[in-house]
């Protein structure tokens, strides 16, 4: 499962949606990767494959993409 539920709000967002909150968040190259693998709703598990990482690794770098989505877009833990 991924990080409370930031996945979740992402995989209801339109292309040009999340197009925009990408282009607004400033992402480095990993972080869009994480970005578009939470959009699809993949948990940390597979983005840790993914990204050949820990878990422990991966967490952190979920919660880092988190945090720039919430200055963009609110609190992630609520729905909108």
């Known amino acids: 499962e991924n990080d409370m539920g930031l996945g979740t709000k992402l995989s209801r967002l339109t292309k040009p949606e999340l197009e925009e909150l990408e282009k607004e968040c400033n992402f480095s190259d990993e972080e869009c990767l994480i970005f578009h693998l939470l959009a699809k709703n993949k948990s940390t598990v597979e983005i840790s494959e993914r990204l050949n990482c820990s878990k422990r690794t991966t967490d952190r770098r979920i919660s880092n ?14 729905t909108r």
């Open 65 to 78: 993409v988190k945090r720039k989505v919430e200055k963009i877009y609110g609190s992630c833990d609520t």
